[in-house]
């Protein structure tokens, strides 16, 4: 059994390799926190909210921003976050929903802010297209 697995391995190394490669990245995700925060779907942020009173952090740009957002949430585009995280002290131990376009940004962010101390983030996944599917509502106020 063990030869023909070694005979299978050199014979798609290419796949191995592949897979290996793929795996490796998905552990280094995990062990380094570069994923942030955890992911909640549109549902568990939207009870997140109503049941935690979160906070939702929109970190796209200002003109993904004015086009429409979520009610209620605050806007800190990604590039400014770091210098303006400290608007953002009072909120250390409250639940924190991080949200862009699809979800990568807001990971980023969600980074971020674990580095800074903060404590319960979760990062929306999907982002606001996600939000926008499940028929949840936007503002352009």
């Known amino acids: 059994m063990e030869s023909n697995l070694l005979q ?17 990245m998905l552990l280094w995700q995990i062990f380094s926190g ?3 925060g955890s992911g909640l ?8 909210m109503n049941h ?6 929109d ?4 003109s993904e921003w004015s086009a429409g957002h979520i009610p209620n949430s605050r806007h800190i585009p990604l590039s400014q976050l770091p210098k303006r995280i400290h608007e953002l002290e009072k909120f250390k131990t409250r639940a924190l929903i991080v949200n862009c ?3 990568n940004r807001s990971a ?11 404590e319960k983030v979760h990062n929306l996944a999907g982002g606001i297209g996600a ?11």
């Open 108 to 118: 980023s962010a969600c980074g971020t802010l674990k580095k800074q101390g903060f």
């Open 34 to 36: 570069a994923g942030g």
């Open 8 to 24: 299978f391995a050199e014979n798609n190394l290419m796949y191995v390799g592949l897979a290996a490669a793929s795996g490796g």
């Open 59 to 62: 970190v796209r740009e200002a």
């Open 52 to 57: 935690e009173d979160a906070l939702v952090l």
């Open 101 to 103: 376009q699809s979800g």
């Open 41 to 48: 779907t549109p549902l568990q942020a939207t009870l997140m």
């Open 131 to 141: 939000w926008r599917e499940a028929g949840l509502p936007i503002t352009a106020k």
